[in-house]
């Protein structure tokens, strides 16, 4: 009779612990998930890849919702660990960069603020980083194709093309935004043509590869009114801020009503500067929730970021650092410069009070010092600095000479850890 | 076929002539196209890189001014889209392919036609162009192929096969030892 007792007991007890174990069937969130379709942006009417307030939700979202979107890499490439330099030159760049939205949140309206947290990002398992011909921070340093392909884990990022390197994960959305209203697109436009017409850098709207089409293609509805996703602007997108982390707010001012909430081109990380052009970008499912701040969208100029303890994790345990002044070749105008006349900077070899010089000095010795010290190639040591290399400001007092520092954190070089 | 000393600066004419007929949203990634000659392949259709690769190879030494590159496209669908307009002028295929994408059948069923002009065939390849491409660029180009014939397996001249009628005017000008045409916009 005690056996028998004593079996149910021990029954019992086990029994309860086996309840216990499984906590799977537990839920607590309300999710709305946007999911990816076929190979590229053009299959999936999930995806979009310019700006206009007409662009129709996908979803529809409340405050405190588990906001799920399935993200495709920045340039829509389909690239794979064995592309070349040969498959960067075939880049449709009409394409770039496919969204993942827009999702209507709710109870929000025009003057409102959307905060949003970002709760976490999977990365797919693999990632590229780039040099763009005509595209990136020097790019009359590096006029051809380069491809680095990364092998991707939560613990680093490694490739057969960086031997002895791994890059940390430290991911975010290279782009995360809300749509413009009309008063938006209107002044965007207008200010973004006289800069045009000033020889500026700037990338109206074009309707090869635009998206969607029945309001952005050739023959849509907005199709002169569809902003490109290359500058951040107000409303966020391609903000390219490495700061704003898993577990950081951002906030946004909301232009239409139900925001048009969006992101895409997620980093598994990348350098302040992301000189190259590109950070390692990849796919990824990117989680965020939203509250509505009502009423305080209207004074916002421009999106801002809200963390804690996520820019110290950042920061490298050791570093090299170099320093950069505006100083110049005689006769040699940047690209940066170039639209601007330039007849009263081309033979100077010290510019004044010009953080964009800074910065390119610091650069080019940093990629010199990658090279001399540690055998990169100088596409490689570029790719270096595009993906764990921060442009900082020192100081913008010490005239003429600000300075700009380049930051490596040596935690990237494999002899350096474990 | 003798003009190698009279050949003007190539990459000045590609300049020209990109500037004015791509499609490209992204202007500074004509950086890139203007300053070389983009020989288009596909992961899709297998023979077309590698051979490209060897092209590559024969006009760079033959046209040093062109500044050949190989570009593979992923997909037929990209091959469609940066040939259509224009942002690659030049591509190679193979033959049933090639055939597909000028008739919008087949494998470029789904994404459309696109008219093309024959520039040379490497057995099952064909090397088109786009009908814009300026028959100066496609004599040059011709010639530096036929040069460079030896070493191009299986290299055939448009004119060894019957009924082609799609050749592109510049290549037929090469063909018959026409003096080179000046450089016209299309």
């Known amino acids: 009779m005690f056996k028998k007792i004593l079996y149910v007991i021990v029954f019992t007890v086990f029994s309860s612990f086996y309840a216990l174990a499984d906590t799977t069937d537990q839920k607590w969130m309300k999710k709305v998930e946007v999911t990816k379709s076929g190979d590229h942006c053009v299959d999936d009417k999930n995806c979009f890849n310019r700006y206009h307030p007409k662009i129709p939700p996908v979803a529809k979202a409340n405050p405190g919702d588990m ?3 399935h993200t495709r890499d920045a340039l829509d490439t389909g690239f ?26 709710n109870g929000a309206k025009r003057g409102d603020a959307l905060e949003v947290t970002v709760i976490d990002i999977a990365p797919d398992e693999y990632g590229y980083t780039v040099i763009a011909p005509g595209f990136g921070f020097l790019r009359d340093v590096f006029p051809d194709p380069y491809i680095v392909n990364w092998r991707l884990t939560r613990i680093g990022a490694v490739s057969d093309g960086m031997p002895g390197i791994t890059i940390p994960y430290e991911a ?23 800069l045009a017409a000033a020889s500026g850098v700037v990338l109206g709207p074009s309707t090869g590869g635009a998206l969607p089409t029945k309001v952005c293609g050739e023959k849509g509805s907005h199709k002169d009114d569809c902003l490109r996703t290359i500058p951040p602007r107000e409303n966020g997108g391609n903000m390219d801020v490495q700061q704003q982390q898993i577990g950081t707010k951002i906030i946004f001012p909301c232009f239409i009503d139900g925001c048009g909430l969006f992101a895409g081109d997620i980093h598994y990380a990348q350098g302040d500067g992301e000189v190259s052009g590109t950070a390692i970008e990849m796919g990824s499912i990117l989680t965020v929730r939203v509250k509505i701040l009502a009423g305080k969208g209207k004074g916002m100029d421009m999106p801002v970021t809200i963390g804690n303890d996520q820019i110290i ?20 105008i940047p690209p940066s410069h170039k639209y601007l006349d330039s007849s009263a900077l081309v033979n100077l070899t010290n510019a004044s009070e010009d953080l964009t010089l800074s910065a390119r000095h610091a650069l080019i010795q940093m990629i010199d010092y990658l090279v001399n010290e540690h055998g990169l190639t100088k596409e490689q040591a570029y790719i270096l600095c595009s993906v764990a290399v921060d442009l900082r400001v020192g100081q913008v007092v010490d005239v003429p000479n600000f300075i700009v520092t380049a930051v490596l954190n040596m935690d990237v070089f494999d ?4 | 076929m ?10 000045i004419y590609i300049f020209i002539y990109l500037i004015f007929s791509a499609h490209s949203p992204w202007g500074q990634y004509l950086a890139y196209r203007e300053q070389h000659l983009l020989i288009m392949s596909t992961r899709e259709d297998a023979p077309t890189y590698p051979y490209s690769k060897i092209l590559v190879d024969v006009i760079n030494k033959q046209l040093p001014e062109a500044s050949a590159r190989a570009a593979r496209a992923r997909t037929f669908r990209r091959v469609q889209g940066l040939f ?20 919008g059948k087949g494998v470029f069923k789904k994404f459309g036609a696109a008219d093309a002009k024959i520039i040379y065939y490497f057995d099952d390849l ?8 300026p028959d100066k660029f496609a004599w040059l180009l011709t010639n530096a192929i036929i040069k460079g014939e030896e070493e191009l397996p299986g290299a055939t001249s448009p004119l060894n096969i019957r009924k082609i009628t799609d050749i592109h005017p510049g290549t037929l000008m090469a063909l018959n030892n026409e003096k080179m045409p000046e450089l016209i916009k299309k």
Do not use: C
């Open chain 2, 2 to 11: 003798k003009n190698n000393k009279k050949i003007p600066n190539i990459i």
């Open chain 1, 80 to 105: 794979r660990l064995d592309s070349t330099a040969d498959d960067l030159a075939t880049v449709d760049l009409g394409l770039v960069h496919p969204m993942t939205g827009p999702v209507h949140i």
């Open chain 1, 67 to 69: 906001i799920i979107l």
């Open chain 2, 84 to 103: 259509s307009t224009n942002q690659m002028p030049l591509l190679l295929l193979s033959k049933k392919n090639a055939k597909a994408l000028i008739r």
């Open chain 2, 126 to 133: 064909v090397l088109l162009a786009q009908p814009s491409f």
């Open chain 1, 172 to 194: 975010f959305p290279g782009s995360i935004g809300v749509l413009p209203g009309e008063p938006e697109i209107k002044k965007w436009k207008s200010r973004e043509a006289a």
């Open chain 1, 313 to 332: 994790d950042m920061e490298p345990t050791r570093y090299y650092q170099t320093l950069g002044i505006p100083i110049k070749g005689k006769g040699e």
């Open chain 1, 415 to 418: 002899k350096y850890r474990n």
